[in-house]
């Protein structure tokens, strides 16, 4: 039981350049979400997945896509990479609808835009 | 809109020093409260909730109890160790609303 497990851990890329961040989770869960931290700013959501089929935008979503690929995978694109984009983004999947919403994160990926 | 406010950070400590992290909220109706953990290099891993008011959670030493007459859920442990060392992050959610809402963490370093 691998939990939720996110690929790359590390990457740096150019100005411009595009990438895919990907994440699946083990635990059955319905619901699934993007963050980004940064120094002194907390956990910033970017978006979210409340069901497979459903995305909807957070906090900070501009300059991101996502899909839901299936109940397991949610993944977040960068379309056009930006340095304010630099950031370590994490994954996090939750049973939903109920009293807790307990989040399960994966270990992250750090991102440097050059 | 719901909030979460943490006292700032670093927060240096001795070993078996008493622990206490500040974490008040603003919300409606009745949200949980969450305490959730990051250890260097890794995601946060929950480490107590509380559901309703006066409800204590606790966990690995750690107590944090639900005031919701004073909006808080400060985060105490009666004696940190070095592996306590880490950054600790208060967090509500209100049913229904698919987003937990998190503090901007607060640093620990526990010195030997």
């Known amino acids: 039981n691998a939990g939720v497990t996110q690929t790359p851990k590390f990457q740096v890329l150019k100005t411009g350049q595009s990438m895919t961040l990907q994440c699946a989770q083990d635990?059955?869960?319905?619901?699934m979400y993007w963050y980004r931290q940064d120094p002194g700013m907390g956990l910033r959501l970017i978006y979210y997945?409340?069901?497979?089929?459903?995305?909807d935008k957070g906090e900070v979503p501009n300059g991101y896509n996502v899909s839901r690929l299936n109940k397991r995978e949610f993944s977040l694109r960068l379309e056009s990479a930006a340095p304010s984009q630099t950031s370590v983004y994490f994954c996090a999947s939750s049973e939903s609808g109920d009293r807790y919403n307990e989040q399960f994160f994966g270990p992250g990926t750090r991102l440097t835009v050059l | 809109g719901d909030s979460v406010t943490q006292m700032e950070g670093p927060v240096t400590l001795s070993e078996e020093a008493f622990l206490t992290i500040n974490c008040t909220y603003t919300a409606t109706g009745y949200p949980s409260l969450f305490w959730y953990v990051q250890y260097p290099g890794e995601g946060l891993q929950l480490l107590l909730k509380a559901t309703k008011a006066d409800d204590k959670g606790s966990n690995k030493g750690f107590e944090a109890t639900y005031r919701k007459e004073t909006t808080s859920f400060h985060l105490e442990k009666g004696s940190v160790q070095v592996s306590d060392s880490a950054v600790y992050f208060c967090?509500?959610?209100?049913?229904?609303?698919?987003?937990?809402?998190f503090g901007a963490g607060t640093r620990l370093f526990v010195k030997a």
């Open positions: 635990m059955n869960h319905n619901s």
């Open positions: 997945s409340a069901s497979e089929g459903t995305t």
């Open positions: 967090a509500l959610y209100n049913t229904g609303g698919f987003k937990t809402i």
